[in-house]
């Protein structure tokens, strides 16, 4: 009887002692389950929440790397991240979009407002975690920048180069496309060379103009547009045009008087929307006389990029292109 009662206190301790090993054994594969999915996951989600700080012209933003429902105001920072593949959720849809940006008009996009008048409402109900704005929007910034760190992107016009670089790498760097980034500019890079070589071994002089509703401005070195002249390196016409965001206001007299050998256009009529006018307007006594004009090196650029988006990827490579066709017509 004994003998039994040992031989049952036996077997029953064995199989306590089996049990305990077995949930010892299951415990210790859930800990390292769990731990290999916090490591797994929690070097995701530390990857999808780095932060960094950003400085700009208005001040300071901490920007969460990969930042989801971006707004864009600016559509030369919208063309480099539509270069460099990446989605937004709000644009600015009450101002003309250039055509190259026309996919932006779909519904699937939040309309933001216009240029100059953000919709603060509709923003605020995106939850963005990002907005970025250049001049026009400006005095908007601080109410901008009470729903999300908003970040002024535009370009520096009296260093255009150096900040329309600066720009692009930063959105590379805010989004992953480091690489990508510095691939589309080199590409633009060796384009400007090309164009560059060009402009060196030409004494031509050139002149930009601007017009709206019949009446005209000029831009020269370190002005809005003066990339045509302090990167692509094309010489002024005029050296003494004052520098400023709306140009120096001109007459058809003051054309014929500087007679350049090139004399580029933008018709900013056009760019919003409105009637393109400015080939009848350029058509005179007094511009026909000029050796642009006799020679045909009347040169209409695409308003919608230059005045609407400069200051992209896909922007900036197409000025280049115009003007060197420009310069070959």
């Not at 995106?126 to 601080?142: C, D, F, H, K, T």
Request: proline share 3%; aromatic share 8%.
């Amino acid at each position: 009887m004994k003998k039994n009662l040992f031989v049952l206190l036996m077997a029953a301790m064995l199989m306590l002692v089996l049990a305990a090993c077995g949930t010892n054994e299951e415990a210790s594969g859930d800990a390292e389950n769990v731990e290999a999915a916090t490591s797994s996951n929690g070097s995701t989600e530390a990857k999808e929440s780095e932060e960094i700080t950003v400085k700009h012209e208005l001040g300071e933003a901490v920007v969460t790397k990969n930042p989801k429902n971006v707004v864009v105001f600016d559509f030369g920072a919208l063309d480099t991240l539509d270069k460099l593949g990446i989605d937004v959720a709000g644009v600015a849809k009450g101002s003309s979009l250039p055509g190259y940006l026309s996919k932006y008009e779909d519904d699937q996009y939040e309309n933001v407002g216009s240029l100059k008048e953000p919709d603060f409402e509709t923003i605020y109900g995106m939850e963005p975690e990002l907005i970025l704005i250049s001049g026009r929007q400006s005095a908007a910034y601080e109410e901008l920048n009470k729903i999300a760190p908003t970040v002024f992107i535009g370009v520096d016009n009296a260093n255009y180069m150096e900040s329309f670089t600066h720009n692009v790498e930063l959105l590379g760097e805010i989004f992953g496309k480091e690489d990508d980034a510095e691939a589309e500019l080199a590409k633009i890079n060796d384009t400007i060379a090309e164009l560059q070589e060009m402009t060196k071994a030409d004494d031509k002089k050139g002149l930009l103009t601007l017009t709206t509703g019949g009446k005209m401005s000029a831009y020269g070195p370190g002005s809005r547009f003066g990339i045509v002249h302090d990167v692509f390196g094309v010489k002024p016409a005029d050296e003494n045009i004052e520098a400023s965001t709306h140009g120096m206001n001109v007459t058809f007299e003051y054309i014929a008087e500087t007679n350049p050998d090139y004399l580029f256009i933008i018709d900013r009529d056009q760019a919003v929307g409105e009637e393109a006018k400015a080939s009848e307007l350029f058509n005179n006594d007094l511009v026909n006389k000029t050796n642009a004009a006799k020679e045909g090196k009347l040169i209409y650029l695409d308003p919608t990029v230059w005045y609407l988006a400069g200051g992209g990827l896909t922007s900036v490579a197409q000025q280049v292109e115009e003007v060197k066709a420009g310069l070959d017509q």
